[in-house]
């Protein structure tokens, strides 16, 4: 089972601990051909990457403190982001090899598409967080979002224990999540969400995804419910058991997310020690660099 979202949250993680309380994913559509090299003058090329820099810098001063619900960035911000990162990744060629496949089919979706169509796109194996955020978008949109996930808890249900169905329904709830009015409603979903994570981790501790986006969506949680030392402990976990897997980009993730939790919590020497680890494992991972850069300059 592929790693629902990890892209997405994963720039989106160092915002902020309330931003998952306040995004609508319906918006992220406008991501969409941000940068088209058949249609796009070069100087519009050049004011975009401005933009996308300027985009980054913010990101990267915004880092370094955790934000209250109060100081988060508004919906379209979050939008702006995502599609500036989203340029930048289809530009340097780093969406996935089935992200073309994927995203034709998603555009194929249609209202009278069936739920099961839904589900069998959902469980492609090279789909990417952005396809993956956009057929749920599809299912809202066609009104069969709640078969959809009534679907999914189906097959969690009637296969306990498989710790991909587990997982993949503790990702189905956090797309609920995503789309409920903020307050208990989306406590509730988060909740739920955890404990499918949990089920997925009793029968495989092992079982990278749940721990990354249990990790990462504790993580999310205003700070009022201490959730801060349970994401740590499970990043802590995946660093550890990192170790003997074949190594992956996304694993890249687990020390930069690590290194901000360190950050926010006032320990920067241990942020700075984890990213420096995660760049001699991953020494392409821009972000690690200007993480290390940013604690060096300090």
């Given amino acids: 089972m592929r790693a629902a979202l990890i892209i997405a949250l994963s720039i989106l993680a160092a915002v902020g601990t309330s931003l998952l309380m306040n995004m609508n994913q319906q ?47 508004n919906r379209q911000e979050v939008v702006d982001l995502a599609a500036a990162v989203r340029a930048v990744l289809a530009e340097e060629g780093l969406l996935g090899s089935g992200a073309d496949r994927a995203q034709a089919e998603a555009n194929a979706v249609a209202e009278d598409v069936t739920v099961e169509d839904l589900l069998a796109m959902l469980q492609q194996d090279d789909l990417t967080d952005v396809q993956w955020s956009e057929l749920w978008n599809r299912a809202r949109a066609a009104g069969l979002d709640d078969e959809l996930l009534a679907l999914i808890e189906q097959r969690a249900e009637q296969n306990p224990g498989d710790a991909d169905a587990q997982a993949e329904l503790g990702a189905a709830y956090i797309a609920v999540l995503m789309d409920a009015p903020a307050g208990p409603e989306q406590g509730k979903w988060g909740m739920k969400a955890d404990a499918a994570f949990n089920r997925a981790l009793e029968i495989n501790p092992d079982h990278w995804d749940a721990r990354f986006q249990k990790a990462i969506s504790l993580s999310f949680w205003p700070p009022i419910f201490g959730k801060q030392a349970e994401a740590i402990s499970n990043f802590e976990i995946l660093v550890e058991r990192q170790a003997n897997l074949p190594k992956s980009p996304e694993h890249a993730q687990t020390y930069l997310l690590l290194g901000n939790l360190y950050q926010q919590t006032g320990d920067s020497d241990r942020a700075a020690a984890m990213w420096t680890s995660g760049a001699a494992m991953f020494p392409g991972n821009a972000e690690l660099a200007a993480r290390i850069g940013q604690s060096s300059g300090n």
């Fill in 27 to 73: 918006e992220t559509a406008a991501a969409e051909n941000v940068l088209d090299a058949n249609d796009t003058a070069d100087a519009e090329v050049a004011a975009l990457r401005a933009e996308v820099a300027a985009l980054r810098s913010e990101l990267d001063a915004e880092r370094g403190r955790p934000k209250t619900v109060a100081g988060a960035p």
